[in-house]
């Protein structure tokens, strides 16, 4: 039985003779350049993810330790105390206390004594911001207490 040249067998000559073999190349190499061009915007986007995850870690240990703080001072703490305790809850969280200032504030409003400690912790960023974003990056937690 002899077959006949069908369509679909000229349709698929003809691809191979412009040069199909080639095609699958030329795509690849095109897939690799389009890959270099969108992998830096893809790390930039994951890094910019994982700095605001440590910045708001960083705030809710300010806070928390300028709360420890206050509370540390309502029941009769020393200022020095007080800075202390904050700077141990600070590196036991894994912050580094020598970027930390203190304000301890104590006042009487309405009759109540009332202290006020505020924190501002300057967290390192790692990756630069081109003066997008101050670096090192300002992070105030304040609490107020009445003394008891």
């Known amino acids: 039985m ?6 679909h067998d000229r349709l698929i000559q003809a691809r191979r003779s412009k040069g199909g073999r080639h095609r699958g190349t030329h795509q690849r190499g095109t897939a690799l350049v389009e890959f270099a061009l969108v992998v830096p915007m893809l790390l930039v986007l994951l890094f910019g993810i994982i700095e605001w995850g440590r910045a708001l870690q960083a705030m809710a240990l300010v806070t928390n330790a300028s709360r420890e703080g206050a509370r540390r001072a309502s029941v009769g703490d020393t200022d020095t105390q007080v800075q202390d305790a904050v700077s141990t809850y600070l590196q036991s969280s894994g912050l580094r206390p020598g970027q930390l200032a203190t304000r301890i504030t104590r ?9 006020d400690v505020t924190l501002t912790y300057a967290l390192d960023l790692l990756l630069p911001t081109m003066q997008l974003v101050p670096n090192p990056f300002p992070l105030t937690g304040t609490t107020v207490m009445r003394v008891e």
């Open 107 to 115: 006042s009487t409003v309405a009759g109540r004594p009332q202290i």
């Open 2 to 7: 002899t077959r006949g040249v069908t369509m």
